[in-house]
């Protein structure tokens, strides 16, 4: 069963709409930088609502870990998306302060990135598209091909440009625990397409289920 995390949320309306279809994980983006930046008060609203009914997870780029863990606290995070140059002492720091799970994120290019994440004992490894001077949600895809170099015992979450129409086949290639998704099923940044969302869930179904 491949799970579904929806990335960008930034209101009450889309987090019911995606848990409602069967949402494993909600992320919440606090990056300042990023188009898709939830406010704090709604994320707050978004919290309280989904405690319980789903992962909300808060991404991060470079944030202190005083930021993170305030920020953890105030939200109900229950899972931390590290998408910056964070490193694995920090990943175990961050854990420790907020009792959440962690994410690494990784933006791959080629092996060497993926090789890396093995460095990082977290909950999750995150494989996203490389995009330079970019920290995630642009939309583009990489070779699938490299997360199958992947390694556990952290579970791998597939990002980077998957969409209604080719989430099946990016599941086919990569066989990743959930995959992840944000500009692919928007009608602009920050605000999903329900249309879109509600196919991008179809997708995912239709690959697992039986033949």
């Known amino acids: 069963m491949v799970r ?3 990335c960008g949320i930034t209101n009450l309306d889309d987090a019911q709409l995606c848990v409602d279809l069967g949402a ?31 992962e909300v997870a808060g991404v991060f780029v470079n944030a202190t870990l005083d930021d993170v863990a305030a ?5 109900g995070l229950t ?21 959440a799970k962690v994410m690494k994120a990784m933006r791959v290019k080629d092996t060497a990135q993926v090789r890396a994440l093995r460095a990082f ?5 995150l494989l996203d598209a490389y995009v330079p ?13 490299l997360a199958k170099q992947h390694e556990g015992p952290a579970e791998m ?6 969409t209604p129409d080719n989430v099946g086949e990016a599941i086919a290639v990569t066989d990743p625990f959930a995959v992840d998704t944000a500009s692919g099923t928007e009608a602009s ?13 179809r997708a995912v179904s239709q690959v697992r289920a039986p033949a």
């Open 24 to 54: 494993w994980a909600l992320g919440l983006i606090f990056w300042p930088g990023s188009p898709r930046a939830c406010a704090i008060e709604d994320a707050e609203t978004i919290g309280a609502a989904m405690h319980r009914r789903a």
């Open 189 to 201: 940044p920050g605000k999903k397409d329900p249309r879109l969302v509600e196919g991008f869930f």
């Open 71 to 75: 920020t953890a606290d105030r939200v």
């Open 121 to 125: 004992h977290t909950d999750y490894h």
């Open 79 to 99: 899972l931390l998306q590290l998408h910056g140059d964070e490193g694995p002492a920090y990943c175990a720091e961050a854990a420790r302060r907020t009792g």
């Open 157 to 162: 979450v597939l990002s980077g440009g998957l």
């Open 4 to 6: 579904v995390k929806t």
């Open 133 to 145: 001077g970019s920290h995630g949600g642009t939309g583009e895809t990489f070779n699938w091909e």
